[in-house]
């Protein structure tokens, strides 16, 4: 085997070959990896969103209606109409 010009340019063109093949199939896998792990993470923060806005959604549903007096005060209205009517007060 002789060190020629030719035997180096094949030679060498065949291992970058070989090594291209190895990383682009490494870097597959690792692109796999990647991409699994995103679509998990994705699936994680969504979830955990979802949840949380479950959780404010009952919360301020409960302090709405806590703080919702609008009943009471029709009720109220409606109290002090019958209360003026039959003190004679009013309209």
Same mark, same amino acid.
């Given at each position: 085997?002789?060190?020629t +010009? %030719?035997y180096?340019?094949t030679?060498?063109?065949? &291992?970058?070959?070989l090594?291209?093949?190895? *990383?682009? $199939?490494?870097f /597959?896998k690792?692109?796999?990896?990647?991409?699994?792990?995103?679509?998990?993470? +994705? %699936?994680?923060?969504?979830?955990?969103f979802?949840a &949380?806005?479950?959780?404010?959604?009952e919360? *301020?549903? $409960?302090?709405? /209606?806590?703080l919702?007096?609008?009943?009471?005060?029709?009720?109220?209205?409606?109290?002090?109409?019958?209360?003026?009517?039959?003190?004679?007060?009013?309209?």
């Open positions: 085997m002789e060190l +010009k %030719e180096f340019e030679h060498l063109e065949k &291992q970058l070959k090594t291209k093949e190895y *990383f682009d $199939k490494k /597959d690792i692109d796999r990896g990647f991409d699994s792990q995103n679509k998990e993470l +994705k %699936e994680y923060v969504r979830d955990s979802g &949380q806005q479950t959780y404010m959604e919360r *301020f549903t $409960k302090v709405k /209606d806590m919702d007096v609008r009943d009471q005060v029709s009720v109220l209205s409606y109290d002090m109409r019958r209360v003026k009517q039959k003190l004679g007060i009013g309209k």
